[in-house]
């Protein structure tokens, strides 16, 4: 069966702004500043810079290494290294599915905001509005009871976008987008940063966030912390990173886009802490309280904290809102297309789907789901618990698991390692075996080993055990047993590179094994060749 030939960026700066584009997202502005508040301060940039360069930069530059060499979504690629890796793909494009239907749903609120901002809808009473008049949240989870149309309708919204851009495919629909997408969040996010800053007490929250705590380094808690905040801002772990690289022309420099996309992302979350708590200074001023008595992240911030924050400002309330809420729909649109285009891409190389074929059946499948779930008056507790175990118990332990995998068992990082000097301008040395062999499993095993125990002395939350049994651990195990079973499935479909491709590959410099049937594993230094494939 001859495949079509797979899609590629038109440029190296598109594929630069849709990895940016990923990476930035809602956690970057509204969990980042409480994290390195909460950690030590200005102090805590120490650690994170070397969490950036041990963990963070290195674990893009191997999952670009393996897309970019295997041109293929993350189950394909890792099967075609080998074949009971491919388990690891599908648990990822699993863990996408799940964060893709309430992410979108995140997004919607944000929407909505940015409208309710324009008259301050929520009166003086922000807590309860959101709660209460907006969610209509129920007291404890339960069943799916009641239907919220006013929330329900957003949501439609958000995914008509992002479903139009997905089916336009790589080049016009996600690269154009995301020229778009990422300038206009830049500009948005600094006319914010600047208003912010021009507030009364603004200082004072620059002060509790910048002010180091130096005896915190002792504290092996805000390592984590640092390692923990730059594995979940950079959009590694989920397979996305595989997919986007897996576009990329034969001639690309991968070492040298990871180093952009590292620190253009920490950047950014730089940025938004300065407008966090130049904001949170104002609003401690305003109250006559302590910035440590407002400082907050997540939901609290964005739906509580800032909405109490734009009806104090004396002028340009609206503004404000608009800007912040603004930027919170554009940096999570650009981050929920590059989740969904991991399960897109899975399918299609699965089942040899069009993408038009493939956005309405699987993103219109994940739309569906979002739309039924989370405007319902449980919707909100759903959403709280997929989000901590999917993210604790998922993403990390996945990472974990392709590391080892292919760290530990094949010894493939000098194979990697070699692909991204060829075809980069930074030449990769022994620090970044070490980095990815060593530190970074060690690190993300006791992430896990810490999660692990917390969980097990309490329920999270406060929530009952059996909601956490069947929407939480259930979920995250479901995660992985659904990765299992697809990879146990057999193919129907020619595994096999195209002609255009292997064309492609040889006036490109493409290597050798990139014509091998995928079912081979690619040479290693010693040029052995170890048939693992379907007969």
Not at 194 to 212: K, M, R, S, Y
Not at 442 to 461: C, H, K, P, Q, V
Not at 486 to 501: E, F, G, H, N
């Amino acid at each position: 069966m001859r495949q079509k030939p797979r899609e590629q960026w038109g440029t190296r700066a598109g594929f630069l702004m849709a990895a940016v584009g990923s990476a930035v997202g809602l956690g970057n502005i509204w969990r980042f500043p409480y994290i390195a508040y909460d950690n030590g301060g200005g102090a805590f940039l120490l650690p994170y810079l070397i969490a950036l360069l041990t963990a963070g930069i290195p674990l893009l530059i191997l999952e670009y290494s393996i897309g970019h060499r295997y041109r293929s979504s993350a189950p394909l690629s890792y099967r075609r290294i080998w074949r009971p890796a491919e388990a690891i793909g599908w648990w990822q494009v699993a863990i996408c599915f799940i964060i893709a239907i309430y992410y979108g749903a995140i997004i919607a609120w944000s929407a909505s905001y940015v409208w309710f901002s324009t008259t301050q809808a929520w009166g003086e009473d922000p807590d309860g509005f959101f709660f209460g008049d907006y969610l209509q949240m129920s007291e404890g989870p339960g069943g799916v009871t009641g239907y919220v149309p006013a929330v329900a309708w957003p949501i439609i919204g958000v995914w008509a976008v992002v479903l139009v851009i997905l089916a336009l495919g790589v080049r016009n629909g996600i690269e154009k987008a995301t020229k778009i997408f990422i300038p206009l969040l830049v500009v948005l996010f600094l006319i914010l940063v600047v208003q912010a800053l021009t507030l009364d007490g603004a200082t004072t929250g620059l002060n509790a966030l910048f002010t180091p705590d130096w005896g915190a380094m002792l504290n092996g808690g805000v390592w984590v912390a640092a390692y923990g905040q730059i594995f979940f801002s950079l959009s590694i772990g989920f397979g996305i990173m595989v997919t986007y690289a897996s576009y990329l022309k034969r001639k690309a420099d991968l070492t040298g886009s990871a180093m952009v996309a590292g620190f253009a992302n920490s950047s950014f979350e730089l940025l938004a802490g300065i407008g966090v708590f130049a904001a949170l200074g104002f609003m401690a001023t305003a109250a006559g309280t302590a910035v440590d008595e407002v400082a907050t992240s997540g939901i609290g911030l964005a739906f509580i904290a800032f909405p109490q924050i734009i009806s104090t400002l004396p002028f340009g309330g609206s503004l404000f809102g608009v800007l912040f809420f603004g930027s919170l729909v554009i940096a999570g649109l650009t981050s929920l297309i590059s989740i969904v285009q991991v399960v897109i891409s899975a399918v299609q190389d699965r089942t040899g789907m069009g993408r038009l074929q493939a956005v309405l059946l699987v993103g219109g499948l994940i739309a569906l789901v979002s739309t039924l779930l989370f405007p319902t008056h449980q919707g909100l507790h759903y959403l709280d618990v997929f989000d901590h175990f999917i993210n604790q118990y998922g993403i990390v332990l996945a990472a974990l698991a392709m590391l080892i995998a292919f760290g530990w068992i094949l010894r493939r990082l000098p194979m990697f390692q070699e692909h991204a000097n060829k075809a980069s301008s930074i030449r990769l040395g022994t620090w970044w075996r070490i980095t990815l062999g060593i530190i970074t499993p060690i690190l993300l095993g006791f992430m896990m080993w810490d999660s692990l125990r917390t969980e097990l002395t309490e329920n999270y939350a406060g929530y009952p055990t059996g909601f956490l049994l069947s929407a939480g651990w259930g979920v995250a195990i479901g995660a992985l047993v659904f990765g299992v079973i697809m990879a146990l499935l057999p193919w129907k479909r020619a595994d096999t590179i195209s002609r255009d491709d292997a064309a492609r590959t040889r006036t490109e410099g493409g290597t050798p094994e990139q014509l091998q049937d995928p079912g081979q594993v690619t040479p290693d230094s010693d040029q052995t060749t170890r048939k693992e494939g379907d007969q």
